[in-house]
């Protein structure tokens, strides 16, 4: 392999280190990082475009969360750009080519490009949850401990968000969008924190929201009056959110490396591909129920029939394994067999949606229905009027 210009360049003037050879300066992950780079944001870009298709046009109800979401895959783009350009700069190469083979005014740009990408990053992942929390408020509104949850993890994320942020402006005094090294020429004239004690601070509270964001779905889950069998089913659905905690404590992992060893910037590629990992990761997580429309057949089969409403002649009938016995209407009249209660559909069925991804949750049968179950039977608090 040719050794590139500026490597030779850099070794003829003399500012290189003698025991330093070119082979090791050639030596980079770049595009192994930009690959995973690029295919993560198209698959994203993918999967949250099939999301707001299904919900503005298949299902018409293109809400906040899926706006949120969308305004997420944007961030994200800028994000993949300016990694891309990092990489291509020379960021992620040994500390020993940053030092002797950048240029003071390259080394000037990589670190101002690193200040604008990691606001991006952050704000990226602060509204793509909020895309979430809107989902799962969605779901559970009607349920007081778990809407709380939610406001409450809101609150948390706000508070998180604003000193990451700070953080991330006011690393330095004054303020500068450079992170000076200790041999730049501009180091004397700024007093800053540590890039690894910013960064590291910065991925606990990431990490800590990605763990509340999604521990509200499994609460939402464990709540369903279903078989553990379909408990299992929706996890797959509605928890795919453990794959993002994971990557979120792999970038802890690699900031942590990237501060506290000789040669961090060694580290700042694979730190790049997980952070738009985790961008992804939580996109196409909060998207997998929004896709319900476009793949109905799969999603009836996570859902599984055996809870499911049939529905038939613009009524909903509810399958005799789920009627046992006699069903007593609050009435106190009439008893009627539990296969032949039926209750007339809304007008906009919402077996298509996302939102009847949990149509066993408790909280769904109470607002739908008003139904409470004791001792295998079920007392059904008829309305004709509702419906």
């Known amino acids: 392999m040719a050794v590139e210009?500026?490597?030779?360049?850099?070794?003829?003037?003399?500012?290189?280190?003698?025991?330093?050879?070119a082979e090791y300066l050639m030596e980079n992950r770049d595009h192994p990082a930009i690959v995973a780079i690029l295919v993560i944001m198209v698959f994203t870009f993918i999967v949250v475009m099939a999301?707001?298709?299904?919900?503005?046009?298949?299902?018409?109800?293109?809400?906040?969360?899926?706006?949120?979401?969308?305004?997420?895959?944007?961030?994200?783009?800028?994000?993949?750009?300016?990694?891309?350009?990092?990489?291509?700069?020379?960021?992620?190469?040994?500390?020993?080519?940053?030092?002797?083979?950048?240029?003071?005014?390259?080394?000037?740009?990589?670190?101002?490009?690193?200040?604008?990408?990691?606001?991006?990053?952050?704000?990226?992942?602060?509204?793509?949850?909020?895309?979430?929390?809107?989902?799962?408020?969605?779901?559970?509104?009607?349920?007081?401990?778990?809407?709380?949850?939610?406001?409450?993890?809101?609150?948390?994320l706000i508070a998180a968000y604003i000193p990451q942020i700070c953080l991330i402006i006011f690393h330095c005094r004054p303020v500068t969008g450079l992170w000076p090294y200790a041999w730049q020429p501009e180091s004397p004239s700024f007093v800053c924190l540590s890039w690894g004690i910013v960064y590291s601070v910065n991925s606990a509270l990431s990490l800590t929201c990605d763990i509340l964001l999604f521990a509200i779905p499994a609460a939402m889950i464990k709540s369903l009056k279903v078989s553990k069998?379909?408990?299992?089913?929706?996890?797959?659905?509605?928890?795919?959110?453990?794959?993002?905690?994971?990557?979120s404590c792999v970038r802890v992992y690699l900031v942590v490396k990237g501060q506290w060893v000789t040669d961090g910037s060694w580290y700042y590629d694979p730190m790049?591909?997980?952070?738009?990992?985790?961008?992804?990761?939580?996109?196409?997580?909060?998207?997998?129920?929004?896709?319900?429309?476009?793949?109905?057949?799969?999603?009836?089969?996570?859902?599984?029939d055996e809870y499911k409403p049939q529905t038939r002649s613009g009524t909903i009938s509810y399958p005799m394994h789920m009627m046992r016995g006699r069903t007593q209407l609050s009435s106190g009249k009439d008893i009627v067999p539990a296969s032949q209660t039926t209750i007339k559909a809304h007008s906009n069925d919402r077996n298509d949606s996302d939102?009847?991804?949990?149509?066993?949750?408790?909280?769904?049968?109470?607002?739908?229905?008003?139904?409470?179950?004791?001792?295998?039977?079920?007392l059904i608090e008829s309305h004709p009027k509702n419906w």
């Open 229 to 247: 069998r379909r408990k299992i089913q929706l996890s797959f659905v509605l928890f795919p959110g453990v794959l993002v905690i994971i990557i």
């Open 51 to 156: 999301r707001c298709f299904s919900r503005h046009f298949l299902v018409k109800r293109f809400g906040l969360d899926d706006g949120l979401a969308f305004l997420s895959v944007l961030l994200q783009i800028a994000f993949t750009v300016l990694c891309v350009i990092l990489i291509n700069l020379g960021s992620g190469r040994h500390i020993e080519y940053i030092q002797y083979v950048l240029t003071e005014g390259q080394t000037n740009v990589t670190e101002s490009l690193d200040f604008v990408a990691h606001l991006i990053y952050t704000s990226a992942l602060f509204v793509c949850r909020l895309s979430g929390l809107t989902f799962y408020y969605r779901l559970c509104g009607h349920h007081d401990k778990l809407s709380i949850a939610v406001k409450c993890t809101v609150v948390f």
């Open 355 to 378: 939102d009847s991804l949990l149509d066993g949750l408790s909280i769904q049968v109470h607002k739908e229905l008003n139904i409470e179950s004791k001792n295998e039977n079920i």
């Open 5 to 21: 210009p500026a490597i030779t360049a850099a070794i003829a003037s003399g500012n290189v280190p003698s025991e330093i050879t």
């Open 272 to 304: 790049l591909a997980i952070e738009t990992s985790e961008i992804g990761g939580t996109l196409i997580a909060l998207s997998v129920p929004g896709l319900k429309p476009l793949f109905g057949s799969w999603f009836a089969h996570i859902n599984g």
